[in-house]
């Protein structure tokens, strides 16, 4: 067994134990996602309060929150299985928080920059902002047309992991090529989803019009 595959077992057997804890006190899978939010909302505010003499502490902090926010991220799902709590709703309601954590977690970013008058940083945080939740959007439009759009890279766990990596190693100027990364791969990952929803909706004509 390589190490690899040994820290995925063990990661995987205390996140089972972590979820049957929970599935223990019945909590609703819809409260542990909303508690994800609220801390992602702390992580937030430990980016926004930083200031130059303290960010490499403030970020490295703010990025070890957002890994606790990642915890109830994975096990929401997971508990709702268990309990039998899996509904339409549940994974409605963990997209929309999802979505606002995202948002407050860049919002931080902005205000931190904001507060340092470092403009230049101001524009590419909420550009990255916007392009992240275009990534979502684009794909929850598509499959309202087309049944399915999982094409592009840049999903929520890589952007996330992208934020923690630039927290964590803020001290060594990671975050703002963490940004950089964020802001191209997003918005290929959009046009991606943009060009394979309207090359299947040409496709769907194209079948349509030959069925007649």
Not at 134 to 162: D, H
Request: charged share 15%.
């Amino acid at each position: 067994m390589t190490w690899t595959s040994a820290f995925g077992k063990g990661s995987g057997w205390l996140l089972q134990k972590i979820v049957n804890g929970l599935a223990l006190t019945r909590i609703s899978p819809n409260a542990l996602t909303f508690i994800g939010l609220v801390i992602n909302i702390i992580a937030a505010c430990f980016f926004g309060f930083a200031r130059p003499n303290n960010a490499n502490r403030m970020f490295a902090y703010a990025g070890l929150i957002i890994i606790g926010a990642g915890v109830f991220d994975m096990v929401d799902g997971r508990v709702a299985r268990k309990t039998n709590q899996v509904s339409v709703f549940g994974a409605f309601f963990d997209s929309v928080m999802d979505r606002y954590s995202d948002v407050a977690i860049f919002f931080g970013l902005l205000i931190y920059y904001a507060r340092g008058n470092r403009l230049f940083y101001v524009g590419l945080v909420a550009f990255v902002m916007t392009a992240c939740v275009m990534v979502s959007y684009t794909r929850a439009r598509a499959e309202a047309l087309i049944g399915t759009c999982k094409v592009g890279f840049m999903e929520r766990p890589e952007r996330i992991v992208c934020v923690i990596l630039g927290a964590l190693c803020n001290r060594w100027g990671v975050m703002a090529p963490a940004l950089w990364v964020l802001a191209l791969f997003a918005t290929l990952t959009v046009i991606h989803r943009i060009r394979y929803t309207y090359l299947e909706t040409e496709r769907r004509k194209l079948l349509e019009t030959q069925a007649k």
